[in-house]
């Protein structure tokens, strides 16, 4: 229990980390160029990806501590976990913005925590879950 709770920290860690890399790009993105400040989930989009290559970084080696060597399908399985918490974080934003009338900026961090209980689950227990290592077994003779 204790070992899943400094997990949790470590993720928020992260999380926060991520959470204000996301929003500054977001922030420079649709402040410094029209284009961006009218078309904002397309610039949400962006910022989204470039946090969460960061957070697979820091979440594979720091937050669960992953030793498995990089694989195809671990990182198949963190776009599909991102893309959901993508779809959460955008899904929140529009509503927030467009439905609520609520301040970009300030929707663009509710959206980011919106989807953070979800990226935790996804990758605790599908991404990094511990895995088991079998033992090498010497080739048979035929």
């Given at each position: 229990?204790k070992?899943?709770?400094?997990?949790?920290?470590?993720?928020g860690?992260?999380?926060?980390g991520?959470m204000?890399?996301?929003?500054?790009?977001?922030?420079?993105?649709?402040r410094t160029?029209?284009f961006?400040?009218?078309?904002?989930l397309?610039?949400?989009?962006v910022?989204?990806?470039?946090?969460a290559?960061?957070?697979?970084?820091?979440n594979?080696?720091w937050?669960f501590?992953?030793?498995?060597?990089?694989?195809?399908?671990?990182?198949?399985?963190?776009y599909?976990a991102?893309?959901?918490?993508?779809?959460?974080?955008?899904?929140?934003?529009w509503?927030?913005?467009?439905h609520?009338?609520?301040?970009?900026?300030v929707?663009?961090?509710?959206?980011?925590i919106?989807?953070?209980g979800?990226?935790f689950?996804?990758q605790?227990?599908?991404i990094?879950?511990?895995?088991?290592?079998k033992?090498?077994?010497p080739m048979?003779?035929?």
């Amino acid at each position: 229990m204790k070992h899943l709770f400094f997990q949790m920290m470590r993720f928020g860690v992260v999380g926060v980390g991520n959470m204000l890399l996301d929003l500054l790009i977001y922030t420079l993105l649709t402040r410094t160029s029209d284009f961006f400040q009218h078309y904002y989930l397309l610039a949400a989009f962006v910022a989204f990806i470039i946090s969460a290559s960061n957070s697979y970084i820091w979440n594979k080696r720091w937050t669960f501590k992953d030793k498995v060597q990089f694989t195809h399908t671990q990182l198949i399985k963190f776009y599909i976990a991102s893309a959901i918490a993508l779809s959460i974080n955008e899904t929140v934003l529009w509503i927030l913005v467009r439905h609520l009338g609520i301040f970009d900026i300030v929707a663009k961090l509710m959206a980011s925590i919106s989807a953070g209980g979800m990226n935790f689950v996804l990758q605790k227990f599908w991404i990094f879950r511990l895995r088991a290592i079998k033992p090498e077994t010497p080739m048979q003779e035929q």
